[in-house]
């Protein structure tokens, strides 16, 4: 296998037009002459389109062209409106690098062919009501970057591990959200299959467009299953683009698949070659972020964190924001990972989101902890105030103000009510007395419910004992 991956930049404007890239608006807010293909305008390229190709060029150890140029693709689309794509075919502006990733235990080089700069097509909505299809422009000349793998893949679980670095790594470097669920990173997956022992590729088919790393591991399962069976009972594959159908479990054909005549590539005659000077190759090189991998290593080493645990911590720049933040104000690594590990992955999980779609402060979760250190609140709470401040974003010192869930330490208010549990629970009491200890856990579970969960659990253990104690005699 090989694979294609369209990467959306996270520009605030199009490629070669000043409309904005954002995404989720009204659909055809954001559409000029330029991007709708009108005859006569000219495209101004977007520099910072540039910078991000090559951010993600040097991270993914490619060589930078000094001289890219870009080329029209032409056919025809109803969400193309100029007939043709603008991209880079023949100079693209980043080639021969490598991505190494780790799957079924072990590490393994992916070869990256090329990266190139190109501009995105529309959108297409079927409305089923007038059972038609309408069109919008407004991802029209959003930026992307186009990164193709060598044919270096043998198995779903190597594409999986592939996009999630990749994922991860430009996310790092800022380059682009990769939010899959909005098709801002995008997959099409070249597969085939050749006997045991063969030199010669089998003949490739292309499933376009795959969004969701799941849908990919099932859709290089049933498309390996329908070549193995094609060439099995002597049947003639062919070159072909197909469309999976997650649903069905199957891939359906769409189309013939082009060769480069067919789409009639030539310059684009509006836009000048991109030359790269070394100068600015080594600014950007300069100004490169810490990176998964070295992220990692400093972590173990840093803060004695488990390889697994800085493993899942530094697979999203999202969960490195809340971890680091919260070690930061918390100045304790280890329970921030804990919390990071246990409680934010389950909340996530829990609520079948990406690291990438939290809304909270990352200052919150280090608040909470500082919180709890000091005994201004217990665990249940501190983890009651967290699923609130991950649901709802609130400021977590107003909520446990506002809703009564300080701790309460001093043992004037936590005695009476002792008191008032050892004689509301006088079996307990007696069966603790007989020798049966297990039976204060009971005691301490009914008294902190009579303190509505705000008592400190060791002041209560202390009170309890101390009042046992007592009635010995």
């Given at each position: ?206 499933m376009k467009n795959m969004a969701s ?237 009579a303190l509505r969960g705000k008592g ?18």
């Open positions: 296998m090989g694979i294609e991956v369209h990467v959306e930049l996270s520009t605030k404007s199009k490629i070669f037009c000043g409309c904005s890239a954002r995404f989720g608006d009204e659909a055809n807010a954001h559409v000029c002459e330029g991007c709708a293909g009108m005859p006569g305008t000219l495209p101004t390229l977007n520099r910072r389109v540039v910078e991000y190709a090559v951010r993600a060029g040097l991270a993914l150890n490619c060589e930078i062209s000094r001289f890219s140029r870009f080329d029209r693709k032409s056919y025809f689309y109803p969400d193309l409106p100029a007939s043709y794509q603008v991209t880079q075919l023949y100079h693209p502006i980043c080639k021969n690098g490598h991505l190494d990733i780790v799957a079924d235990g072990k590490t393994k080089r992916i070869g990256i062919n090329r990266i190139h700069i190109e501009e995105d097509a529309g959108k297409l909505v079927h409305d089923d009501w007038d059972d038609c299809s309408l069109v919008d422009y407004n991802r029209c000349s959003v930026p992307l970057i186009e990164i193709v793998s060598e044919p270096d893949f043998r198995s779903a679980d190597e594409v999986v591990a592939y996009l999630e670095k990749l994922k991860a790594t430009l996310q790092y470097l800022g380059v682009s959200d990769c939010k899959m669920q909005e098709g801002s990173m995008r997959a099409d997956i070249n597969l085939s299959v050749r006997p045991v022992g063969s030199e010669k590729f089998g003949v490739r088919t292309e790393l799941k849908s990919i591991a099932r859709a290089i399962a049933g498309e390996t299953r329908r070549h193995i069976d094609a060439i099995e009972s002597g049947e003639t594959l062919i070159q072909e683009t197909r469309r999976w159908d997650d649903n069905k479990g199957f891939s359906f054909a769409m189309r013939n698949k082009e060769n480069a005549k067919d789409y009639k590539y030539f310059p684009d005659p509006n836009l000048m070659p991109v030359i790269v000077e070394e100068e600015y190759i080594r600014e950007i090189r300069a100004s490169l972020p810490e990176l998964p991998e070295e992220k990692k290593a400093r972590y173990i080493r840093e803060f004695g964190l488990p390889e697994y645990d800085a493993d899942i911590l530094t697979g999203s720049r999202y969960l490195v924001a809340v971890f680091e933040r919260a070690a930061d104000i918390c100045k304790n690594p280890k329970e921030a990972s804990n919390w990071v590990m246990t409680e934010l992955l389950k909340l996530l999980n829990d609520a079948q989101m990406q690291p990438e779609d939290m809304k909270f402060s990352p200052d919150s979760l280090g608040t909470i902890l500082n919180m709890l250190t000091e005994g201004k609140i217990n665990r249940a709470v501190a983890k009651k105030t967290f699923a609130e401040v991950f649901e709802s974003d609130v400021d977590p010192v107003d909520y446990v103000r506002k809703n009564g869930l300080m701790q309460v330490s001093d043992t004037g208010s936590i005695e009476p009510v002792i008191r008032e549990v050892l004689d509301a629970n006088r079996k307990a009491v007696s069966e603790y007395l007989a020798g049966n200890e297990k039976s204060i856990q009971f005691l301490i579970g009914q008294s902190m419910k400190d659990p060791q002041v209560v253990r202390d009170l309890l004992i101390k009042g046992l104690d007592e009635r010995k005699g």
